[in-house]
C-alpha cells in the first residue's frame, strides 16, 4: 500500500540576538544554510528558545510587493506584513509562522520587529545608531541616513569593538542599559560583534569642521531619541510605553551631540 | 456663547522635561511639542473647568493680553489640538475616563 504522505525533514536554527533565542524551522537545507550564513556569530546551540517561527517558503507572489510594513494586534496575535512577507506571532504561545520567498530581507524583518515587540515591554528598544565598545564600555551614535553612522563605523580603532553600523540593540538592565551587538547592518555590510556592555553615552551624530561633544538639553535628547527609534507597531499601549523608555533613557545615560570630521581622531573623544 | 471644556486624550502619552511638553499619539506615533500656551490649556484640560475662567485665570496673567482676544486665540488652539487628537473638546463638562497610562508622569 503506497504511502499516503511523506513526513519532510523539519530543519532548525536558534538565532540569538540581544540575548534571546529565536528558534526558526524550514524544510529547505538550502534556505538553512542561507540562514546559518547571514547570522553568523549569532548563531546559538539548540536550546530553549523564547520565540519559535516556521517559516513558509512560499513560491507564489506576494500581490502588493512594495506594500510598506504593517504590525498590528488582534486578541492577542501579532500581524506583520510588508510587500514581501506575512507573518503572524502569538506571545501566549511563543509561535509564530512567516510566509516569504527564500530571502535573507524578509527574515530579517521579522526580526526586527519581532524584537521591538518584546523589548518595548521591557523598556528596551532598537536604534538608528551604531555603536561599539570601548574600554569597557558602550557607546551609541545615532542619526538619520547620512548622518555619519558608517563613517564613524568605520573609522573605529582596533581597540573598539563593533555592535553594528545601523541598528543598536538597546535593553534596560537594572538601574541602567546594556547594549548588544547585532547583525542588522547598513552601508558597511559587516555584522556586529555578538557581545554586549553597559551603555556609557549616546551622541547625536553630526558632521562639521571640528571634533566636538556639546551638551544638549534633556528635552532635545528625548526629541532625538524619540526620532530615530525602530518602532512599527500600530498599538496605543506599546507606543506609550516606548515614549516613556525613551525619557527614562535619556534621564539615565548622559546624551550629547558629537560633531566630527571625517577622520580617525573623532575616536580621541569617545573614551 | 457657549462654554468650551476641554479634556486630555487618554490615548496619548504626554511627558514634560525641562518645561517643554511632548505629546506622543496612541494612534499613529506622531511627536508634538506643546508651545507655552498649549502646554497650559493641555494641563488644566480637566473636563470641567471652561475655557474662558481658564484664559482669565491662567493665560491673562502670564501673558498680559486682553481677555476677548485670548479667548479667541485659546478657543482656535484648542481646536487644533483636538484635529490632532491631543484634546478633547466638547461645550458640555466631558466625564473623564481612566487615562493613567497616557498622563504626565
Known sequence: ?271 | MSKLYMARNPRVAARSLDGEMMIMSGRDSTLFTLNKTATILWQAADGATPLDEIVEHRICPEFEVEPAEALHDAETLARELASHEILQISDEPIALANSSSGVSR
Do not use: C
Not at chain 1, 74 to 79: E, K, M, V
Open chain 1, 1 to 271: 500500500m503506497p504511502e499516503l504522505a511523506t513526513e519532510v525533514e523539519r530543519l532548525s536554527l536558534i538565532i540569538k540576538i540581544g540575548g534571546m533565542p529565536v528558534r526558526v524551522n524550514t524544510t529547505d537545507p538550502d534556505f538553512l544554510a542561507m540562514l546559518r550564513d547571514r547570522y553568523a556569530g549569532f548563531v546559538a546551540a539548540p536550546e530553549y528558545a523564547e520565540i519559535e517561527f516556521d517559516i513558509d517558503l512560499s513560491p507564489a507572489r506576494f500581490p502588493e510587493p512594495d506594500a510598506d510594513v504593517r504590525v498590528t494586534q488582534q486578541h492577542g496575535r501579532w500581524t506583520f506584513e510588508r510587500g514581501d512577507f506575512r507573518a503572524e506571532w502569538e506571545p501566549a504561545s511563543r509561535t509564530g509562522w512567516i510566509r516569504q520567498t527564500a530571502n535573507p530581507y524578509s527574515i530579517d524583518a521579522v526580526l526586527r520587529i519581532v524584537h521591538t515587540l518584546v523589548l518595548a515591554r521591557q523598556g528596551g528598544f532598537l536604534l538608528h545608531s551604531a555603536s561599539a565598545i570601548r574600554n569597557g564600555k558602550a557607546f551609541l551614535f545615532a542619526g538619520v541616513s547620512e548622518a555619519g553612522k558608517t563613517t564613524i563605523s568605520r573609522l573605529a580603532p582596533p581597540d573598539a569593538t563593533l555592535l553594528t553600523d545601523e541598528i543598536s540593540y538597546v535593553r534596560k538592565q537594572d538601574s541602567g542599559y546594556i547594549a548588544y551587538g547585532t547583525p542588522f547592518t547598513g552601508e558597511l555590510a559587516k555584522l556586529g560583534e555578538n557581545v554586549s556592555a553597559p551603555i556609557a553615552a549616546l551622541y547625536l551624530l553630526a558632521k562639521g569642521k571640528e571634533n566636538r561633544i556639546d551638551p544638549i538639553p534633556p528635552a532635545e535628547a528625548a526629541r532625538s531619541l524619540l526620532a530615530n527609534l525602530l518602532f512599527f507597531a500600530e498599538d496605543e499601549e506599546l507606543v506609550q510605553s516606548t515614549f516613556h523608555s525613551a525619557f527614562e533613557f535619556v534621564s539615565r545615560v548622559p546624551v550629547s551631540r558629537l560633531t566630527f570630521v571625517p577622520d580617525a581622531r573623532v575616536w580621541e573623544l569617545i573614551r
